[in-house]
């Protein structure tokens, strides 16, 4: 059932009924479905890459193993351990790249293993043990000096 602007049950989604889906993402207005081949659909209300309601292939992925949302980024995992973005705000690839239509690759990871995203950062774990982390430093989640609030963590010890 649903009422003018909400489904209230559970319904299938129609565009994705013949695609075989291996796992999904979403936050805020974004969704997000990665299929058993690799390939990223979007849909949703996201302005820097989609405003659709039906499930959209992004172009330009593949081999895709895994996929996250920030608040309005959409990251995707390759299978050769290589990250993607896309969307506005904090994409990890320079200070000057604040949006990006179609994913581009962030070359400073290599040989990633898993991403995961909260609403303004993103942390991905390298093959040889080693974290990385970009976005929003506020109260400390990046692991670095919290740049907002210096006295909360030993910003001394840390080099910029």
């Not at 009924?17 to 979403?26: D, E, F, L, M, Q």
């Not at 390939?39 to 996929?67: C, F, M, R």
């Not at 303004?120 to 670095?144: M, V």
């Not at 910003?155 to 910029?160: L, T």
Request: glycine fraction near 8%; hydrophobic fraction near 35%.
């Amino acid at each position: 059932g649903r009422d003018q602007r909400n489904w209230l049950q559970p319904e299938p989604i129609v565009k994705l009924s013949s695609v075989k889906v291996s796992c999904t993402a979403c936050w805020h207005d974004t969704s997000m479905a990665l299929d058993r081949d690799g390939h990223v659909w979007v849909w949703g209300a996201n302005s820097y890459h989609q405003a659709t309601a039906i499930p959209t292939q992004v172009e330009g992925l593949s081999d895709v193993k895994q996929i996250e949302c920030l608040s309005t980024v959409q990251l995707a995992l390759c299978r050769d351990g290589s990250v993607f973005s896309w969307g506005g705000g904090f994409l990890g690839h320079s200070p000057t790249i604040i949006e990006q239509r179609t994913p581009r690759r962030i070359n400073s990871l290599q040989n990633i293993t898993s991403i995961s995203a909260g609403a303004l950062h993103a942390i991905a774990l390298c093959a040889d043990g080693t974290l990385w982390s970009w976005g929003s430093s506020r109260d400390g989640k990046l692991g670095h000096c919290d740049v907002d609030n210096p006295a909360n963590t030993n910003c001394d010890a840390e080099e910029h």
